[in-house]
């Protein structure tokens, strides 16, 4: 149908209309619509049925503008198809780890997927010190497995470059360009920081090799077509339960460097520990959740580098580099080095990129929930200085890194 | 029009129909055709006209298989849109340096463009130990100005994105995939070698880091979308006279690493200057021209570094590093530093990507004409194993080069 931006009176009739999506509600006429976007870019309804609370879909519509701005800041609606090419080869790719996905119109910019009823966002109960034992599980298989099967280290190069041409999504990536890699560390207009962290945030500004490490970050984010990202895995764009791990919003999808996912969870952690000296005045709960996120920390990494690396031994059918390639005597070995240190490059892309996510939430367009809510103006300059430490150690020392204890050692020694 | 085969009749038809290729001949009637293709890819025509010889046209098509092998190996006729696309942008970007279009037509597969018939293909003539005292400062400003200004350097993030999005080429990206970065290296039907250099090749097929190395060199040039590159820029690829000089065949043309050209050139005329050895027998003759073919290498990478240096500070408006990203006490000089470092970066991979080319061709499916004119197979396989060391020393040694003498001091190592 023609585009219309919908209502929660023409979202149901919308859905009903559909049955596809109908058949999920025994009493349409039961069914009842509220919006819940957070309003920066997107429409978000929940339907419901009265009758049977349990049966629920979320349905997520793009309006052609920047919501938080208003219409004066247009923004192309076609967000929505990356977001919905995403969930579905999400669930090809590493069944059960997104939420499904009923239905996709792209004309209208919708798409109707499972409410999660069950799970929450992650980011606040961090900085409630809940723990989620299978995370590092959860998210370790769902990097692994998107990460390794859209590259070139198993699809063709034509498969890969077809569905690149199918994520190649200008408006997204600017986004992430300028205000991760760029504007946060130069003078821009939407910067803010605390005006007790000011002499930081000069001293960053004015750091010659931290902004050229930065800049060779930068043309990586923008060059290396290495295998389809979600370009936005912070705390908040993952849903959680004790038992169950689910990836949200993946409208920035691209094809960009692997790192760059890994590492935006790791500076996301890695804030929720430095936030902790603020909000958790016992030592022994702030050592304990702390101690806890190292180690979620440290797990994600090693498992994704475990699982990645089996399932390029167990299907190593792109065309980077072919089987026949490493035959010779003593070509299995020579594969095993090539693995080991294609991954520690990974490694070294998750800190070195995913420290500029770290950073910039110090001094750009937005701060964390985990940062941002702690009141006290001395007590949250003592957090934002610890995170500057690390991510400026990770920018300028990730390219010497050789496993994750490098990286996770920073952690400890600015504290 | 529907898409069918021209023959060197129809052909002439098609031009006369066209007004805007008709206005070429003053005398429509004389124009004859003769097709002149090599046979790999496509069927080149020259259409000229008997009466006024010196009005002359190309007509290049493309047929929907590989024209060497047959119709039993299909390859889309898409190229011939990558290479109208291509020329048609060398025009704007850096005027002058390639044959002019003057028609274009999708649906036909078909380019018509001036008939160069004051130049020859530069390869025979290098051997023949002609001197053209012009290419380098022609070729490094088409370098400078079609690799900086199809950039992130220089475009902003969505133009990029755009025109890069025109050349996505995954077909022809396979053949230098495939034939420049793999099979060579490996057990391949289609490879050859001369007899004499099996140990040299079982070698090379061996060695562990030359292998780490060329994977990693491949995975640049599949992944890094720095620039539009021509990809195929070979001493065949670029025609030549003492005046002038002019790039032709950009039909592999695709958004890869800036290196890739300039290397396909360096290593063309690195295999020329060792192909002497055999070719020319007097050792003054032989040294005269081996001199010009180094001084062609050194003059080559200095004028692009300093154009494309000039272009980047003349018009810094890509969206890579914004110009405010600089403005701080001290920033001129950080931006300065950043420059040299690209710069440096893009010297490193010219030598690593250009070297799997030269290497290739002593294994591969193709080799070069300067080294396969070479009758006597002694004096070939002396000149081979020269081309072999100075490629894998290339290969290995690349990352720590810090000019391009410590790449010619290689060349001159290793005769």
């Known amino acids: 149908m023609e585009y219309q931006i919908l209502d ?6 919308y859905v009903l209309n559909n049955a596809e999506t109908a058949s999920h509600f025994r009493d349409p006429l039961s069914v009842k619509a509220r919006e819940i976007g957070d309003g920066n870019l997107n429409l978000v309804f929940i339907l419901q049925s009265e009758t049977f609370p349990q049966e629920a879909l979320i349905v997520k519509q793009a309006v052609p503008y920047l919501r938080v701005v208003g219409e004066s800041w247009p923004l192309s609606r076609e967000r929505m198809r990356f977001e919905a090419q995403a969930l579905m080869l999400y669930e090809q790719l590493a069944p059960g780890l997104a939420p499904k996905v009923f239905a996709y119109e792209e004309a209208m910019s919708i798409v109707v997927m499972e409410y999660l009823i069950e ?14 034992p299978l995370f590092a599980e959860h998210l370790s298989t769902f990097l692994a497995n998107v990460l390794f099967k859209t590259s070139d280290l198993y699809l063709t190069g034509l498969a890969k470059k077809d569905l690149q041409s199918r994520f190649i999504n200008p408006h997204l990536c600017k986004i992430q360009e300028d205000f991760v890699f760029s504007n946060p560390y130069m003078e821009s207009p939407e910067n803010k920081h605390n005006p007790l962290i000011t002499d930081e945030v000069s001293a960053v500004r004015q750091n010659v090799e931290l902004k050229l490490a930065i800049a060779n970050l930068k043309e990586k984010f923008m060059t290396q077509g290495q295998a389809l990202i979600h370009s936005d895995l912070h705390t908040g764009s993952i849903m959680v339960n004790p038992a169950d791990t689910r990836i949200i919003d993946p409208e920035f999808s691209f094809f960009g460097p692997m790192g760059y996912d890994i590492g935006a969870v790791m500076s996301n952690l890695m804030m929720n520990y430095m936030s902790h000296f603020a909000h958790t005045a016992d030592a022994e709960q702030r050592e304990a959740h702390q101690g806890y996120l190292l180690d979620t920390m440290r797990s994600l990494w090693n498992l994704f580098a475990f699982k990645f690396d089996a399932l390029w031994v167990r299907a190593n059918t792109g065309e980077l580099v072919p089987e026949l390639y490493w035959q010779f005597e003593g070509g299995e070995q020579a594969f095993a080095r090539y693995r080991e240190r294609y991954i520690r490059q990974i490694l070294r892309d998750t800190f070195g990129l995913g420290a500029c996510e770290s950073l910039r939430r110090m001094m750009g367009l937005v701060t964390v929930w985990d940062v941002g809510s702690i009141e006290n103006a001395e007590a949250r300059a003592s957090v934002e200085r610890r995170i500057i430490r690390v991510s400026t150690r990770w920018i300028l020392e990730h390219e010497s890194f050789m496993s994750v204890e490098d990286a996770l050692r920073i952690v400890t020694e600015e504290v």
């Open 8 to 13: 929660t009176t023409t979202v149901v009739a």
């Open 119 to 132: 799970h929450q966002v992650m980011r606040q109960p961090l900085v409630a010190r809940q723990k989620f």
